[in-house]
């Protein structure tokens, strides 16, 4: 049985308050694996949360549980179609073997002299004359968000945003994101909004969002001599798109899936080691004891990233799998055709498999359980995880290090936790100072 009705779940499950309602009853006598009700009427199949790693490993883990179409088609209209995100099959295929080599630890290396070159830009020109030295407060993710976008159209796309581009981006996104999750959510929305003025703004933020990937795709072309291996020319290049309408789309959906994700994962790590003062010292130190060229190989870098991670996995309600084959265990029986999700926020802290897991202690990752490590996945596993998520470890690193290396940051505002989409520390403001 669910424990919620279809109306409670659906009301809840589509507000900022939706990751800590899955955890809620998580924590609850009920379990960590539980089904939601997310269909009217009773239709459909069921719908089961795992909150149980090994059990969402071995969802995530087996190839032949596909994406359900019913949860990743609301995302189509964003990009007037379907993408890399949304689709199986061929057009999955195709667009996951063209763009992955853009992620070998080559093209990786070329660009992350990009994004240090970024990033040093930004602390030069905006963190030092305009917070350091006048000891003001910045909002992280406010910050971060624009950094991290232009540093990625650079280093992925071969394109530098202009300050008015960065912030239309933004706006068109979060417009066209807030209204594709208001129809999702209510099928009368769906059929009366293309007739309201929300819906024609809707149409607006689409159609600037989708002239933007045109452009930069335009302008690839026009270089004279564009580099081998970015994200950009592997998707220009490949023969296997059917039309630039195509391309387009999986430009979009690289843009939005590799900026916000990145800063807020960094925003949240900076916050906490803004709070954890000795955990701050601590790798600062370890960082000024090691030539930056070995950074990587800091153990004390590691383990913070990963525990900001874990703590704050900014895909919080993670991903969604149709099962292909019954799954009887000792424990649960969840027939074929069942739809799981599996919310990273609640895995990352089952407290069956992670002592204290509200707390950041990074240190639990210098010699991590079993338990502990099968529980952690804030890129997914499997042939369908996170196609990027080496680009971002590696943004991650090198901007981490960078900040912390030089510079103390202090908390001036806690701000709040805010969940759209994607988990972020809203209105959260920090001091930076010499170290």
Not at 166 to 174: G, P, R, T, V
Not at 234 to 252: F, G, K, L, Q, T
Not at 270 to 279: D, G, I, M, V
Not at 316 to 321: F, H, K, P, V
Request: proline content about 5%; charged content about 25%.
């Amino acid at each position: 049985m669910a424990p919620y009705s279809f109306l409670e779940t659906a009301t809840t499950i589509s507000t900022s308050d939706a990751p800590w309602f899955l955890q809620r009853i998580a924590r609850s006598e009920i379990g960590t694996v539980f089904r939601i009700k997310l269909l009217p009427f009773g239709f459909g199949p069921d719908i089961v949360i795992a909150g149980d790693p090994k059990l969402a490993q071995s969802v995530l883990q087996n190839s032949e549980n596909l994406k359900p179409h019913l949860m990743y088609k609301t995302f189509e209209p964003v990009t007037r179609g379907s993408s890399l995100f949304t689709t199986e099959g061929g057009r999955w295929h195709h667009a996951r073997k063209a763009t992955a080599p853009a992620f070998s630890s080559k093209h990786i290396k070329e660009m992350n002299a990009t994004v240090l070159e970024q990033v040093n830009k930004w602390i030069q020109k905006d963190l030092v004359p305009n917070y350091v030295e006048k000891e003001a407060p910045f909002d992280v993710a406010s910050v971060l968000l624009r950094q991290v976008l232009k540093g990625i159209s650079v280093a992925g796309f071969e394109y530098e945003m202009s300050d008015e581009e960065c912030e239309e981006f933004l706006l068109e996104w979060e417009i066209a994101l807030r209204e594709m999750l208001a129809r999702s959510q209510n099928p009368i929305t769906k059929i009366v909004s293309p007739f309201t003025s929300v819906g024609r703004r809707f149409n607006l933020a689409v159609d600037r969002n989708r002239e933007f990937a045109k452009k930069v795709l335009e302008h690839y072309r026009s270089l004279e001599c564009p580099s081998a291996g970015t994200i950009i020319s592997m998707i220009a290049n490949n023969a296997n798109y059917e039309s630039d309408e195509e391309r387009v789309r999986d430009i979009m959906v690289f843009f939005l899936a590799g900026h916000d994700t990145t800063a807020f994962s960094l925003a949240w790590t900076l916050f906490e080691l803004a709070k954890n003062k000795s955990e701050q010292t601590k790798l600062r130190s370890a960082l000024r004891n090691t030539p930056r060229e070995e950074w990587k190989n800091v153990v004390e870098l590691r383990c913070v990233l990963k525990e900001g991670l874990r703590l704050h996995p900014v895909a919080a309600l993670g991903s969604w799998r149709v099962l292909s084959n019954d799954i009887n265990t000792g424990k649960y029986s969840l027939a074929k055709g069942a739809i799981i999700g599996i919310p990273y926020f609640v895995v990352h802290r089952n407290r069956e498999y992670i002592n204290n897991p509200d707390e950041f202690i990074p240190s639990r990752w210098i010699d991590p359980s079993e338990d502990l490590s099968s529980a952690y996945m804030p890129f997914a596993l499997g042939r369908r995880n996170c196609v990027g998520q080496s680009l971002a470890y590696s943004e991650l690193f090198i901007c981490l290090a960078t900040l912390v290396v030089d510079y103390e940051f202090g908390v001036f505002d806690e701000g709040m936790v805010d969940y759209f989409l994607t988990l972020k520390p809203a209105g959260v403001k920090l001091i930076a100072k010499r170290a």
